[in-house]
């Protein structure tokens, strides 16, 4: 198994840091295909702990209800991963830590998984700011650790999107 | 900033994987200053999702009290890195999780946060089975990336050991 190429994810991180410290922006994480890379790579830079509040890894349908809040009728209507469980991912996470932001992702990396439906690659990252819940529906083609990566790169462009977007 | 060297940790994860599944062993996590990269590690390993339920990456110390029910009072007296909060954070986890077994890991990873009575490289980790919590000390001497990798390495390594004193 190859070593994960974090470098590129915690350049990202970097960003994300120098947005959300220059704004007072706090952050929160709900990860559940990308098992907390996310997380990891935030928090490989120094000073992390100032903005960065934490996480929950949901791996668990049940830790995505009991921790999470995702209404358990929202994963059997829809599936874990759905746009909808992703949005209730992200505003349960930013609510449990009081977070200014969160970003959830809710994927299925394979090799494992797939569907007739929803095939190896599909994901949603979802991003709360305020009242907002907002989500984004990906196809990534690559393998398991490929498709991790994928996620956890655009949950953080995402995030830094939307930090530098509030007004510094 | 160098990639971090998952590899000897995936594999230790593939070894816990084993150890579990054989024994039907569930595992959650509490991760403080290893900020997600035990349940990365773990979820980099296909087939995981059969008995990592998840974890809390509970980096501020709001989110180790509210996520992880740690008493505030603990936190006060013996300060986030401490023997007290570590054993707290490993059943606090366990019990949300509803998990067989629960790592908690809190440290001083650096290169700030050192103080006079703690020094960067600190490290507690703690083990929740049943109704008994274990603790475990450590001093790291390298820098933030290495005392994250030993961290977590030293986690997973203490899963294993108790997974592996389960009979079969």
Redesign the interface.
Known sequence: ???????AL??AAVRLQAACLERGLTVA?G?S????????A???V????RY?????????D??KM??LRVPEELIDRHGAVSAEVAGAMASGVRR???ADLAASITGI?????GTADKSVGLTFIGLAHDRQVSTRRFEWGGD??AN?EASAAAAIEWLIESAEAVQA
């Open positions: 198994m190859p070593a994960i190429g974090t470098d915690v350049q994480l990860e295909c990308t098992g907390g890379l996310v997380a990891h935030i928090t490989q120094a000073g992390s702990s960065f509040l934490g996480g929950v890894v949901s791996y668990a049940s830790a009991t921790l449990r830590f009081g990396a394979g090799p494992d998984g398991r650790s991790i």
